[in-house]
């Protein structure tokens, strides 16, 4: 099966239907209205004219009606804006990357970093596998030694009787793989069997499947044991479905303003030391890398709450809490590790309901729910790399000002091909408020200051 996957990947990451994929960079993207990018997008085979039209629509083709097919006393719709991540390539593949974020600098940082990266090659990206974890609780067994033999004699019984309860999963290769059995006996607390059934879920996130498995062999794990089932319910510290992401950015290409790229180098590795000892830096750290991770599992329809969990457990694996990316020098060349879990997938849940996730899957362009792990984990490296390049060399503000200062020079309603000139006056007039930037836009177009941007 191992072996499979692997051939699968290779696969993947050499088809030779990579001719036509869109190339990831698209040069002025930021400076364009959001019409202009939709319909470039289109231009370029990325998506066609209805899903233009989506784009363009209120509540992304999520009605009050699919709303209240999703969650229960549904009232409405909330939306949030929809970004591309540019200049991605992961394993050699370029991505567009959809991105469904509140905060203002994260695509465009993540974009940045992206762009640096591919000068090298980009991102390499590998995810494990898709096994999770299902977790059954056993309490009040009479001899635990027996209890835990019980089952691991009847182990292939167990596994055969578990993928019996999920035919579908193994006709597409994945299903049972194997199971655990673990003794909890600590302290003060109630002695516990855990029973850790491996599944492999293929491209879905595989949470309903793993608790119905769960919740079905209950009663013959009771039988086995003699014990009380309590708990059946996967785990979300899916340590068996794992991405490691790296990257390698010789200091040539980080130079930045009156930074060289030694400096900058330097100054990322001394961050990235600050949170591998102090686990209140490493919040902050593994916040940023969440930035993007978290608006790719958004945009893509998956559950963000499993995903953020399982990752932040299993940066406390070993007792104390650790960053999840982190950054070394070797010769001349900085290089980026990241490693955690990553819960996903391209089948099911809101994927089939939701029309904006569906074309983020189109827009994306990926073929499995490992490789959508993996583009994950490269743009949580390079989310990482943004935050810790920013605050290595001029401080985050500066360039959330220049950010904000953009939107609200759009606001004012500067023309595209205006606006840098505006938020540059903007930033040196310092009071960065759209009734200024209305002053001072009107007073460039009067003297003519704009005109050769016109
Ligand atoms: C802000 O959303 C994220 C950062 O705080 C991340 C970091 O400090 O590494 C900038």
Redesign the pocket.
Request: charged fraction near 15%; proline fraction near 0%.
């Given at each position: 099966m191992l072996e499979t996957r692997k051939a699968q990947r290779e696969d993947r990451v050499s088809n030779h239907e990579d001719k036509d994929r869109p190339s990831s960079r698209i040069g002025g993207f930021y400076r364009m209205s959001t019409r202009e990018r939709v319909d470039l997008l289109v231009e370029r085979g990325v998506i066609d004219a209805q899903d233009a039209a989506l784009l363009r629509s209120h509540g992304g083709g999520l009605d009050a009606q699919m709303a209240n097919q999703m969650v229960e006393n549904a009232i409405g719709v909330l939306e949030l804006p929809l970004g591309l991540g540019l200049n991605f390539k992961v394993n050699g593949r370029d991505y567009l990357v959809p991105m469904a974020v509140e905060?203002p600098s994260?695509i465009a940082a993540v974009s940045h970093v992206a762009k640096i990266a591919r000068g090298s090659g980009g991102f390499e990206a590998r995810a494990e596998g898709n096994v999770m974890i299902g977790q059954v609780q056993v309490v009040g067994c009479e001899d635990w030694d027996k209890a835990r033999e019980a089952i691991e004699a009847q182990r292939d019984e167990l596994i055969a009787s578990a993928n019996a309860l999920q035919p579908n999963m193994v006709e597409r290769g994945g299903g049972v793989t194997g199971l655990e059995v673990r003794l909890i006996d600590e302290g003060n607390y109630q002695r516990m069997l855990v029973v850790h059934l491996f599944i492999d879920c293929c491209d879905a996130m595989g949470a309903n499947a793993i608790n119905s498995v769960a919740e079905g062999m209950a009663p013959r794990i009771e039988e086995l044991t003699g014990g009380r089932v309590f708990l059946r319910i996967l785990s979300n510290l899916a340590d068996r479905r794992k991405v490691r992401a790296t990257c390698r950015i010789p200091f040539r290409d980080l130079a930045w303003k009156s930074f060289s790229g030694k400096e900058v180098a330097e100054g990322i590795v001394l961050?990235s030391e600050f949170a591998e000892v102090d686990p209140y830096r490493a919040a902050?750290?593994n916040?940023?890398i969440m930035?993007g991770i978290g608006a790719v599992c958004i945009a893509t329809g998956n559950d963000w709450r499993a995903l953020e969990a399982g990752a932040h457990a299993y940066c406390a694996r070993d007792g104390r809490y650790r960053p999840m990316a982190i950054w070394r020098i070797e010769g001349e060349t900085l290089v980026g590790i990241l490693e955690i879990p990553i819960q996903v997938g391209t089948v099911g849940g809101p994927i089939r309901l939701h029309p904006t996730v569906q074309l983020a899957h189109k827009i994306l362009r990926i073929e499995s729910a490992a490789e959508l792990a993996e583009v994950m984990g490269a743009v949580g490296l390079a989310q990482?790399m943004g935050?810790?390049k920013?605050?290595a060399t001029e401080g985050?503000q500066r360039g959330h000002m220049s950010l904000h200062a953009r939107s609200v020079a759009a606001t004012a309603g500067a023309k595209p091909e205006e606006l840098d000139r505006v938020v540059e006056r903007l930033i040196e007039d310092g009071e960065i408020k759209v009734h200024r930037a209305r002053e001072i836009l009107l007073a460039m177009r009067a003297s003519g200051e704009l005109e050769a941007a016109g």
């Open positions: 905060e994260i961050a902050t750290h916040k940023g930035n990482n935050a810790l920013a605050l985050i």
